[in-house]
């Protein structure tokens, strides 16, 4: 089973709009980044949030950690045509007391339409 | 541009062969990290080299093996290769060795089609 689910799969939003994507585990996060890929490219960092309630922004993007720490969101405010591409959560999943097991969500998808 | 560099960009091989992948880390970068993306599975991690050594291992097939060397560069020996291991093949690589506290620079990939 998917062990970080993100949603929405897709999203198409008119530039200018704001938006926001989820990820969600069911186990404790040690740990949460959030990249961005344009199809077929390399990944891109855009953040990392370790702590319960944690929150940071760059540029036009925020990410917050939700204080369970098992939910984070992206959210992007006045979309550009720039912020398209595909958005990937990824968190170091312990199991059984040893950390390295790095899971992704599926990502999501983003277009913006001019 | 992450600064991290791989080598080659695409491969075409037939089913049964054996492939190595390079990966050059950032200047700095004591870790290693091999991922594979495909369609069905998404970003899958592999294993994970610091300073030489093996540190973490994910969902690498017993067909499938790695090595840091004393430069920090890292290969990954991908063999009897079957049509499902067609993917992405990413490295990425960090200063430090746990990753939820350093963060991760990806390289752009090697796209590995296997016939």
């Known amino acids: 089973s998917q062990e970080l689910e993100q949603s929405p799969q897709s999203l198409i939003v008119q530039e200018g709009k704001n938006l926001t994507i989820n990820c969600t585990s069911s186990k404790t996060l040690y740990g949460l980044y959030w990249y961005k890929q344009k199809y077929g490219e390399g990944l891109i960092f855009l953040m990392m949030l370790q702590k319960g309630g944690e929150e940071k922004s760059h540029e036009k993007i925020t990410a917050k950690l939700d204080e369970k720490k098992q939910q984070s969101s992206l959210h992007i405010t006045a979309s550009q045509p720039s912020h398209a591409g595909i958005y990937l959560c990824?968190?170091?999943?312990?199991?059984?007391?040893?950390?390295?097991?790095?899971?992704f969500g599926k990502g999501t998808k983003l277009s913006v339409k001019p | 541009d992450s600064g991290v560099t791989q080598t080659p960009k695409h491969l075409i091989t037939a089913t049964g062969q054996r492939v190595t992948l390079r990966c050059s880390p950032r200047?700095?970068?004591?870790?290693v990290y091999w991922y594979q993306q495909s369609l069905d599975q998404g970003l899958q991690f592999l294993i994970q080299?610091?300073?030489?050594?093996?540190?973490a291992k994910g969902n690498i097939l017993e067909r499938f093996s790695a090595q840091q060397f004393p430069d920090l560069h890292s290969e990954l020996n991908l063999s009897s290769l079957e049509l499902g291991d067609s993917a992405l093949y990413f490295c990425a690589s960090s200063v430090g060795a746990s990753p939820i506290i350093y963060e991760q620079y990806f390289g752009p990939g090697t796209r590995l089609t296997v016939t």
């Open positions: 200047s700095g970068d004591l870790s």
């Open positions: 990824g968190a170091d999943l312990p199991y059984g007391g040893s950390q390295g097991n790095l899971i």
């Open positions: 080299y610091y300073n030489g050594e093996e540190r």
